[in-house]
Nanobody
């Protein structure tokens, strides 16, 4: 009933930029935090950036100053602008959102299907 659909991944050279987008759709009453995670081959999934409904943001240290997360509450979308990309940023990036489907519903965590980002050296 709720879907998160990502777009914007691809192949880029080191130093380049990519912009990831994620749109939430379906039965949505409200969205709390939205964020981006990534999982590189052989590694655990890690939080990259998160943004609250009020606009507060937090980033993993390795992307601070290079990545910017933003959201449009009216459109239920979140974006990740990635600049100065490095080969170590190569991973599958997943959109995440804490969503409540009805006023009386509990918050639930939803994930997108993932979009691959490859940074060549």
């Amino acid at each position: 009933q709720v879907q998160l659909v990502e777009s914007g991944g691809g192949l880029v050279q080191a130093g380049g930029s990519l912009r990831l987008s994620c749109a939430a759709s379906g039965r949505i009453f409200s969205i709390n935090s939205m964020g981006w995670y990534r999982q590189a081959p052989g590694k655990q999934r890690e939080l990259v950036a998160v943004i609250t409904s009020g606009g507060s943001t937090n980033y993993v240290d390795s992307v601070k100053g290079r990545f910017t997360i933003s959201r449009d509450n009216a459109k239920n979308t979140v974006a990740l602008q990635m600049n100065s990309l490095k080969p170590e940023d190569t991973a599958v990036y997943y959109c995440n959102a804490a969503i409540r489907q009805r006023l009386v519903s509990a918050w639930a965590n939803y994930w997108g299907q993932g979009t691959e980002v490859t940074v060549s050296s």
